[in-house]
């Protein structure tokens, strides 16, 4: 079905020592995961202002 039949494991004997270290080898995009996180804060603050907003009804 796929052309890939690489199934070879990947190792990396490079010392890591830091989380940047680990974020390098991993090639994660970091202004896709702030945006991301951007994104959920924003939402969690509209769903916390909504939520302890005060009823005018509740007198």
Not at 4 to 9: G, V
Not at 15 to 43: G, H, P, R, W
């Amino acid at each position: 079905m796929f052309k890939n039949t690489n199934t070879a494991k990947r190792a990396d004997l490079r010392k890591k020592t830091s989380l940047i270290d680990e974020i390098a080898y991993s090639n994660i995009d970091i202004q896709v995961c702030m945006v991301t996180l951007a994104v959920f804060v924003v939402l969690l603050l509209s769903v916390l202002s909504i939520a302890t907003a005060q009823n005018p009804y509740m007198l």
